[in-house]
């Protein structure tokens, strides 16, 4: 089974950056996903961004299109997040996932980001 860790959340002021990152360790696949996700307080969660691990294919929403960022560094086995230009309407709970065929694998436990007007 995959394990995953998230880092790099924190306070930020609206228009400033986080890099959010996602290392994996424990079994691996030839073909996977990482996803990462959101719940804002009192929402739904939502998908930010996706990444095929094996293509590098990435998938943005188009709520931060334009502002986030996905990559990863096959070496460290981590997918990074790359938020710019943040709004305080990005304030959440981001979650990565490992994504098999359709089903997901694995979650993080989430690492919490605050943007501040």
């Known amino acids: 089974q995959v394990q995953l860790v998230e880092s790099g959340g924190g306070l930020v002021q609206a228009g400033g950056s986080l890099r959010l990152s996602c290392a994996a360790s424990?079994?691996?696949?030839?073909?996977?996903?990482i996803d990462w996700f959101r719940r804002a307080p009192g929402k739904t969660r939502e998908f930010v961004a996706a990444i095929s691990w094996s293509t590098g294919f990435t998938n943005i929403a188009d709520s931060v299109k334009g502002r986030f960022t996905i990559s990863r560094d096959n070496a460290k086995n981590t997918v990074y997040l790359q938020m710019n230009s943040l709004k305080p309407e990005d304030t959440a709970v981001y979650y990565c996932?490992?994504?098999?065929?359709?089903?997901?694998?694995?979650w993080g436990q989430g690492t919490s980001v605050t943007v501040s007007s």
């Open positions: 424990g079994r691996t696949f030839s073909s996977y996903r």
């Open positions: 996932a490992v994504r098999v065929g359709t089903n997901y694998d694995a």
